[in-house]
């Protein structure tokens, strides 16, 4: 089974500041996703951005970045330029390739981040 | 494309009532699921689909019943609420299973029993 562990519950940072968000998961699958998903009071869930753990470049969308360790079994997300918008629950989630049949996402418990002004 | 559509947004029950919550995709997604959040966690699957009159079970399906008879639609059936059962329901749909399709989520049911 896969578990993935998110360490920090909470964090701030002030606006346009940069800001790292921790995520570890165990899997014994060698290929898989990571996603990061963003949670806003709003309580829609956003996908943020996806590594695919086949792939060494870290991946980014505009002022979010991961980085990916897969040997550490690691894949924090960094928020450059932090705005107010931020403001949200971050979960980290892991779901193997698809032929190895399971198609669960597991997620963390999630990091609320705060962005102050 | 309205996306993912999820009725209704919030409701009460009564401990052994039963309810129907709805879930509707426009995107013509063979992939549709079940989730739950419950505060201080993540989202843990409840059931899933892969296409219409096939379903399975996830991590906690017990309380829970779907049935896929459309493309379009997967309602998750509660046949006697408990108390347990208080939390936020997700419907996510992708157009095929694995992570290579990005998930798509519906705005969520807040479900609360008495």
């Known amino acids: 089974a896969q578990t993935v562990t998110q360490s920090q519950p909470e964090m701030s940072v002030q606006e346009a500041e940069t800001v790292t968000l921790s995520c570890t998961y165990d899997?014994?699958?060698?290929?898989?996703?990571l996603f990061w998903y963003k949670q806003p009071p709003s309580r829609q869930m956003i996908l943020v951005i996806r590594q695919e753990a086949y792939k060494q470049q870290n991946a980014t969308e505009n002022r979010f970045s991961v980085n990916f360790q897969k040997a550490a079994k690691s894949f924090s997300l960094k928020i450059s330029d932090s705005q107010l918008g931020d403001t949200a629950m971050y979960f980290c989630a892991f779901i193997p390739w698809a032929g190895a049949g399971s198609y669960q996402l597991t997620f963390g418990k999630g990091t609320k981040l705060s962005v102050i002004p | 494309n309205a996306g993912v559509t999820q009725t209704p947004k919030f409701q009460v029950l009564k401990t052994g009532q039963s309810m129907t919550l709805q879930c509707a995709q426009d995107m013509n997604h063979e992939y549709m699921s079940w989730y739950r959040q419950d505060p201080g966690m993540g989202l843990r699957l409840i059931h899933y689909?892969?296409?219409?009159?096939?379903?399975d079970q996830g991590e906690v399906p017990n309380g829970y019943n779907v049935s896929r008879s459309t493309t379009e639609d997967f309602p998750l059936r509660l046949l006697s609420a408990a108390p347990s059962q208080t939390s936020v329901y997700f419907c996510?749909?992708?157009?095929?299973?694995?992570?290579?399709?990005?998930?798509?989520f519906g705005p969520g049911t807040r479900l609360l029993v008495l």
């Open positions: 689909s892969v296409g219409a009159g096939i379903t």
């Open positions: 996510a749909s992708s157009r095929k299973r694995g992570g290579q399709e990005t998930q798509y």
């Open positions: 899997t014994s699958e060698n290929n898989y996703y």
